[in-house]
């Protein structure tokens, strides 16, 4: 049985113990708009490549640049301003990079050649990147230890809504001449509304008190949770907030572990994403209309596996969500890996079981990132395992043409197979408990 913060220490109103509040509810929401966006813009780009190919005659090679774009950018923007991130703090990066994406966003409309299109996406990922450390570290400094991983996985659950919103705009977009530029352009509306959301939030507590600003994290427990809110759970002295902090502190194997399981969580899932219709028309399904609508219905499995798992990340532990999710969502690869002939329900099902036991490496992609590091280092180290692992999903991503052509879907399907596998031995190995454990607790070093 697990023992909360507040059993431990009695009633208290700290940021660990603080009950659920309208506040928390309202940051989670505005900060879920970026994973919302990074689902819609990465998701679109699989529908819109049908037309872009079609208009352009695009080959093997710019068909994949194209596709990996968003993934190179979110490599840089996660590598940099991660470390930004951590030194002038969370509020002033909430905004600035949702700014950019809105202007590449309206950018995208004008292209009229691959390389514009493909500079635009570059950038739209290094935003989307830096977005990522940004909006989890937010939440996680604010978020009770109680409601901690539900909070960070639901940021991760709006991934999929964004996908699955992407996809049935980009469905119904395919039937107008020049669709694809309406699809791209679309993502500057969600952008702009979320960016004005963002003002109202404050800056980080914990961040302030890190860097030795007691009286302005007061000042904001104080406006978020009440008058009787106290610093006792938040550090007392500065930090330095490097990159060498993060390996020299003793914090490397956490980076390599999580960079090695969230890579192996989206290497598949962001290749579905780019070329999804195009996969599914390899099994069988209509090039056009069947494809695009089953390749909505997979982004709707996808947002359920999801949801399933913040059921049960704090009831079984993230061990067991993590490493569970990882066999049985590969068991789905490899059924597709072997019966690439199979029924057209067959088919769905594989997909189904795969896109719903994803579901548990994806929300640990943000619960463990930002539960495994302290204040001073969170949106550094998270950037860093953000980068990392888009490295890898970009080569996936940017290979998955080369792969359906030269090797087949069967051969694909063995592939992504396994690095599910991969994932679940490293995750076996190497991922620690977290859940029942108050912020500090879950990122100290000592056991």
Not at 9 to 34: E, I, Q, V, Y
Not at 249 to 271: D, K, M, P
Not at 299 to 327: E, M, Q, S, T, Y
Request: proline share 4%; hydrophobic share 55%; aromatic share 12%.
């Amino acid at each position: 049985m697990q023992i909360t913060a507040s059993a431990r220490h009695g009633a208290r109103n700290t940021l660990d113990d603080a009950p659920l509040s309208t506040f928390h509810k309202k940051l989670t929401l505005f900060s879920s708009g970026g994973p919302f966006l990074d689902g819609y813009i990465l998701s679109i780009i699989g529908i819109a490549l049908v037309q872009i190919n079609e208009a352009w005659d695009m080959g093997t090679l710019w068909n994949g640049l194209i596709g990996a774009s968003a993934l190179i950018g979110v490599f840089i923007g996660g590598l940099v301003f991660g470390n930004v991130t951590d030194r002038i703090g969370r509020k002033l990066m909430y905004t600035i990079d949702l700014i950019a994406i809105i202007v590449c966003s309206v950018a995208q409309f004008f292209v009229a050649e691959a390389w514009q299109l493909f500079a635009l996406r570059l950038v739209i990922g290094v935003a989307v990147g830096a977005d990522y450390p940004i909006a989890t570290a937010l939440v996680a400094e604010f978020a009770p230890s109680t409601w901690r991983a539900r909070l960070l996985g639901g940021l991760n659950a709006m991934w999929f809504v964004g996908a699955t919103v992407a996809a049935f705009v980009g469905y119904w977009l395919l039937q107008f001449e020049d669709g694809w530029r309406w699809m791209l352009l679309s993502s500057a509306l969600p952008a702009l509304v979320i960016v004005v959301a963002r003002t109202t939030i404050p800056e980080s507590p914990r961040w302030l008190a890190s860097k030795g600003r007691s009286e302005e994290a007061l000042a904001v427990l104080h406006a978020t949770l009440g008058p009787d809110a106290t610093l006792d759970d938040l550090p007392e002295e500065p930090a330095p907030t490097t990159f060498g902090a993060v390996v020299s502190s003793g914090y490397l194997s956490r980076v390599v572990f999580i960079s090695i399981f969230w890579t192996a969580t989206i290497v598949t899932l962001f290749a579905i994403y780019a070329f999804g219709p195009q996969m599914l028309s390899l099994f069988g399904l209509d090039s056009g209309d069947e494809a695009n609508l089953g390749y909505g219905l997979i982004n709707l499995f996808f947002f359920v596996g999801n949801v399933v798992a913040l059921l049960f990340v704090d009831r079984l532990g993230r061990r067991p969500v993590l490493i569970g999710g990882f066999l049985v969502s590969g068991l789905g690869l490899v059924y597709l890996a072997i019966n690439p002939d199979a029924s057209l329900g067959m088919v769905a099902l594989a997909f189904a079981v795969y896109a719903i036991f994803n579901g548990g490496p994806s929300i640990l992609e943000w619960i463990y990132p930002n539960e495994l590091f302290p204040t001073e280092i969170r949106a550094t180290a998270v950037g860093l395992c953000t980068g990392t692992s888009r490295v890898g999903a970009a080569v996936g991503t940017f290979a998955t043409p080369w792969a359906l052509d030269n090797i087949g879907i069967s051969g694909t399907m063995w592939i992504a197979a396994g690095i599910a596998g991969v994932g679940a031995l490293v995750s076996y190995l190497m991922a620690p408990e977290t859940a029942g454990k108050s912020l500090h607790e879950a990122a100290s070093l000592s056991r």
